[in-house]
């Protein structure tokens, strides 16, 4: 083995010896049968929400395992491979060390992959996210590219088998939305997503403008953990307002008979959430619940921040931050702001393919935490 290669083993080998202490691998194992145990309690669905708790825990666990037992079965698979090539000869030896060199490249990405979720250890940074995603300056073409993120993100959720529930959409008149309240459902889903908070910017030719025109859009990204029992977030009934009406969708259109959307104010702060996209007033007026605590426990831990740090609540929380820009003409990039880097394939980023963009951005907001630090 070519001296180079066995230096670039030796070095994943201890990427990978990182990722699996912190990762506690034996924790994990210890985790997973206890989960197994309470999900095999006949019990357990006596609660439907503590117990889709314990199978998505238990799910998660799982596939987390999963993952790193198979980095460290391929990596000890690789000397294995390259001694194989070293024995052919001629072209054969030659296909066979480029697929080893390839396997190499491959499994580099994938622990790297997994190396960024041994950064997410903030506070809430295990839990859910709640997504907000408003359209900003630029008219039906911001409205259309609100959706579109709402799409990519919904996609992001479903090729990594994430559950998704959709609390509120309002529908702008002519095409796409003028914002949208959606949960993204697994572990570390909000720490991920976190770093997605922020303006995003679309330049293309408008398909709104008969002219053919170049138009750019905005659209703002919030990201928020998901409340728990444990955080104490009281909101006295005397501190909200409650109105209900007719749900609507797309062009105005009713799609419900009865007044079962809800809209919750928040008389103190002004804060206003709505909700459409249950069957019931009274299941609407709960996520609709849920959301303000979401926001209301955001608004505590900025304030909290700001009185730490006189810098104030920092960025993550400024609709003013434009983070990313998405360019479809003239040319084709997505490009993020901060980390600078950038893809020059926008479908297949708008199809959910954001990874990359999210691992970089984690590592960035850890550079950058460091540094102040």
Known sequence: ?????????????????????????EELRRRIDELEHQAADPEL???????????????????????????RQRLDDLPVLYELAE?????????????????????????????????????????DALVNIRSGAGGVDAADWAEMLMRMYIRWAEKHGYGVEVYDTSYAEEAGIKSTTFAVKAPYSYGTLSIEQGTHRLVRISPF????????????????????????IDVPETDIRVDVYRSSGPGGQSVNTTDSAV??????????????????????????MKVLQAKLLERKRQEEKAAMDELGAGGNASWGNQMRSYVLHPYQMVKDLRTEYEVNNPAAVLDGDIDAFIESGIRWRMRESTGRE
């Not at 030896?93 to 997410?120: F, K, M, P």
């Not at 138009?215 to 919030?222: G, I, K, L, N």
């Not at 809209?263 to 609709?288: D, F, M, W, Y």
């Open 263 to 288: 809209r919750i104010t928040h008389i103190p702060t002004g804060i206003v959430v709505t909700c459409q996209n249950e069957k019931s007033q009274l299941q609407n007026k709960v996520a609709a």
């Open 209 to 232: 403008d008969n002219q053919g025109r170049r138009q750019t859009s905005f659209a703002e990204v919030e990201v928020l953990p998901v409340v728990e029992t444990t955080d104490h």
């Open 87 to 127: 024995e052919e000869e001629g072209s054969a030896r030659e296909s066979a060390l480029v697929e080893a060199d390839a396997e190499r490249a491959a499994l580099h990405g994938d622990v790297e992959a997994l190396e960024v979720r041994t950064l997410l250890s903030g506070e809430f940074d295990k839990r």
């Open 1 to 25: 083995m070519h001296p180079d290669v066995a230096a670039d083993l030796a070095e994943l080998d201890t990427t990978l010896k990182t990722v699996e202490s912190v990762l506690d691998v």
């Open 45 to 71: 669905w006596n609660n439907q929400e503590h117990a889709q708790q314990v199978t998505s825990q238990l799910s998660h666990a799982q596939g987390e395992l999963r993952r790193v037992e198979e980095l």
